[in-house]
């Protein structure tokens, strides 16, 4: 993800630091920025900060209520008090997810992910939309939760959809790319997530169709 980050914010530094606080400092002292923006850090408390955006899935929302590994949360669910304003991702919660944002007080920001074009992993090249049309794909993602991925290719006209899924945050190997070239034969396209593709980039040979 810092290497995706770095790849599309052109001439945005992107610090890494397991130590989000010496990682701050870092950013002030060699890069004097206007604004710092903490990626996944909603607990990382010791770092003050200005604003707290919370990231809610629409669908997942707040699971059964319970911390890891019983459920999802990371915190109790009462830790959304800290939040400054919510982004939900892919629509309306469910009317208890609504009722917990609603009692502290958490202003909404709805938002979904929109394809805007396929682009050609090696090149960069983009195509239409409509390149997807009619045509038999296999679907390769290894992000936490891979099915809004594979329900958009649908949505664009993939047909006979086949799909293979990894571990969030998965580093690929020669063996994976080789199970992932037997499972492409007959597919007129591989598609994979641009998270993924950083990744796979270096492992696909000359010709092999990865977008």
Known sequence: E??????????????????????????????????????????HIRLERDVNILLVDSVEGFGNGFLLPRGILREHVSGVKRADVAMVKGGNLRKGDREVLKRYGVDVLSFRYNPTAVVDVRTGA?????????????????????????????RLGAVDLKTLAYADHHAYTSSDFEAI??????????????????KLKALAPERFPLY
Do not use: C, H, W
Not at 10 to 39: H, K, N, Q, T
């Open 181 to 198: 070239s037997a499972a492409a034969q007959g597919r007129d396209i591989v598609i994979t997530t641009e998270k993924d593709a950083v």
């Open 126 to 154: 983009p195509l239409a939309l409509d390149a997807l049309k009619g045509k038999k794909a296999l679907a390769v993602a290894g992000v936490a939760n891979p099915n809004p991925f594979f329900k958009s290719l649908e």
């Open 2 to 43: 810092p290497y995706l980050m770095a790849e599309r914010l052109a001439g945005v530094p992107v610090v890494v630091s397991p130590d989000r606080v010496r990682g701050g400092r870092i950013a002030i002292e060699r890069f004097s920025p206007d604004v710092i923006i903490l990626d996944d850090g909603f607990q």
